[in-house]
Structures are given as C-alpha cells and as structure tokens.
C-alpha cells in the first residue's frame, strides 16, 4: 500500500512540476502579448493582459512550493519548463489583438484541464492541501478564461 501512495506522490510532483512548466511559460507570453498589443484596445488588452500576467507569475512560486512542501525537485530551467509545459511558443511580435485573446485563452483553457485532471492524483496521494490549491488556481484559471471568451463574443 505504501508504494502505490508513494506512486501517487510521484505522479502528483510530476504533474506539479508540469503546471509550474505551464505558469512560467503562460506568464512569458502574457507579458509579451501585453508588451506588444496594438489597435483601437490598446489599453484596455495591455491593463488586462499584464493583470492577467501577475496573476500567473503570483501562482509560479506557491506552485513551486508545493512540490518542496511534497520533499520533493522544482523544475530547474527555462530548457525543462520547455519540456513540461503544455502552452506552446509564440515568437511572434505582430499578432492581432484578437488572435493573441483567442491564443491566451485556448492556453488558459490548457492550464484547466491540467488542474482538473489532477483532482484525482490528489485524492490517491491523500494529499488534501494540494487538492484545496488546485480549487483556488481551477478558478482564477476559469476566471482568465472567462474576460478572454467574453473579448471575442
């Protein structure tokens, strides 16, 4: 029995350490769309997008503390974040202003179904702290989620 809680620990770091991978890397891009919005929304995408920006950035450090909090490794580097995240790149400097909305928001949508799914790894490690955080970031996720569909309506 001990092994298969052990086990379920081990899964639950991995996909911790997975959702740190997401956060930086959902922060790196919604503090370039912010820096590089442009149009007739200017300001208002740049307030959002860089309000958006902090509330990810906030959620990296209690995320990595989780994992330490587990006695286990954070990720080490931006070359193993890339690895473990699911939001992929986006280099570009010139896109429009509804196509970097739609693009946050299908991240953002990534980074929820990432949470849910991790309910039940909480539930088999009996790990009942982590699970109560995945509540809080399941809804600032949706909350993100929810100005950005409500943008392109």
């Known amino acids: 029995m001990a092994d298969a809680k052990n086990n379920s620990k081990a899964a639950l770091v991995s996909?911790?350490?997975?959702?740190?991978?997401?956060?930086?890397?959902?922060f790196i891009k919604t503090k370039n769309f912010h820096w590089h919005v442009k149009g007739p929304r200017?300001?208002?995408?740049?307030?959002?997008?860089?309000?958006?920006?902090?509330?990810?950035?906030?959620?990296?450090?209690?995320?990595?503390?989780?994992?330490?909090?587990?006695?286990?490794?954070?990720?080490?580097?931006?070359?193993?974040?890339?690895?473990?995240?699911?939001i992929k790149d986006q280099d570009s400097t010139t896109l429009a202003a509804e196509d970097m909305i739609a693009e946050l928001l299908a991240d953002?949508?990534?980074?929820?179904?990432?949470?849910?799914s991790m309910k039940e790894l909480t539930e088999e490690a009996g790990d009942n702290a982590t699970d109560g955080l995945l509540d809080d970031?399941?809804?600032?996720?949706e909350q993100r989620a929810w100005f950005l569909r409500s943008l392109l309506a």
């Open 42 to 86: 200017f300001h208002d995408l740049h307030l959002l997008f860089d309000t958006q920006a902090l509330e990810v950035r906030d959620q990296i450090d209690l995320i990595a503390e989780r994992v330490r909090k587990l006695d286990a490794d954070t990720l080490t580097s931006i070359g193993t974040m890339g690895k473990h995240t699911k």
């Open 108 to 116: 953002n949508e990534t980074v929820i179904k990432r949470l849910k």
């Open 15 to 26: 996909e911790l350490n997975g959702l740190l991978a997401d956060h930086f890397a959902l």
């Open 137 to 141: 970031w399941t809804d600032m996720a």
